[in-house]
C-alpha cells in the first residue's frame, strides 16, 4: 500500500473555496500524514500540493489570477516548480532517509508501544519496529512527550544493553541524541 492522496499542501483543508480565516494545509499537516502512514505500514507516500497537480506555468509577468472553483479551491495559482519548493515537499527526503537508515523489510507498525496513545488527528502518535527489535521509531506530530513500554513478554527481547533515544527533526532531518539507558533485567 502506498498512501497516494491524504493531504496537499497549500490547498484549504475543509474543500470549501478559500475565504479569510479558513485554514490552509501547512507542512506539519503533511509530515503527520506521511509519517504515520508509513509508520502504520505504508510502503511509501506521494505528496501532493496545490499547484503540483496542474503541472502548469503561470506566464511570465502575468497579472495574479483566482484559480477556477474545483482546481485550486479559489487559491492564487501557483507553479509546479514553485509547489515542489514548499517546506514538505523539500522535507519528504527525510522521511525517505530515516526509513533506509534501517532495515526496511523488517519493519512492522506497533501501537502498543505507545502508553496512553490519544489515537487523535493532531496529537497522533505512530510507532513501528523492526521484527528482530533491533530498533524502534515513535512519530509524534505535537511534540508532546511520549511514553514507551519497553517491557513485556515480547519487547524484553529487545536487543543491546543499553537503549540510545534520539530527536528526529522531520524539518531538518537531523538526530540529536537524548540519552542513553541502561537495560534493566526483567525481574
Known amino acids: 500500500m502506498v498512501d497516494g492522496e491524504s493531504v496537499y499542501e497549500g490547498i484549504v483543508d475543509n474543500l470549501i473555496a478559500y475565504a479569510p480565516g479558513v485554514p490552509i494545509i501547512q507542512a506539519h499537516d503533511v509530515r503527520r500524514a506521511a509519517y504515520c502512514a508509513v509508520f502504520a505500514g505504508a510502503a511509501g507516500y506521494t505528496y501532493g500540493s496545490q499547484g503540483v497537480w496542474s503541472y502548469s506555468s503561470p506566464a511570465p509577468n502575468a497579472p495574479p489570477r483566482a484559480e477556477k472553483k474545483g482546481s485550486g479551491y479559489g487559491l492564487p495559482p501557483i507553479s509546479f516548480q514553485e509547489a515542489m519548493q514548499?517546506?514538505?515537499?523539500?522535507?519528504?527526503?527525510?522521511?525517505?532517509?530515516?526509513?533506509?537508515?534501517?532495515?526496511?523489510?523488517?519493519?512492522?507498525?506497533?501501537?502498543?508501544?505507545?502508553?496512553?496513545?490519544?489515537f487523535?488527528?493532531?496529537?497522533?502518535?505512530?510507532?513501528?519496529?523492526?521484527?528482530?527489535l533491533s530498533y524502534i521509531f515513535v512519530y509524534t506530530s505535537s511534540g508532546k512527550p511520549v511514553r514507551v513500554r519497553l517491557r513485556d513478554k515480547i519487547h524484553d527481547n529487545l536487543t543491546g544493553k543499553a537503549y540510545k533515544a534520539w530527536w528526529y527533526d522531520p524539518r531538518q532531518g537531523t538526530s540529536t541524541l537524548i540519552g542513553q539507558f541502561p537495560r534493566t533485567e526483567p525481574g
Not at 488527528?121 to 513501528?128: E, S, V
Open 86 to 118: 514548499r517546506p514538505a515537499g523539500t522535507q519528504m527526503q527525510y522521511l525517505r532517509a530515516l526509513i533506509e537508515s534501517r532495515p526496511m523489510l523488517t519493519r512492522i507498525p506497533d501501537q502498543w508501544l505507545i502508553v496512553d496513545d490519544p
Open 120 to 132: 487523535s488527528t493532531t496529537d497522533r502518535i505512530q510507532a513501528c519496529r523492526s521484527s528482530d
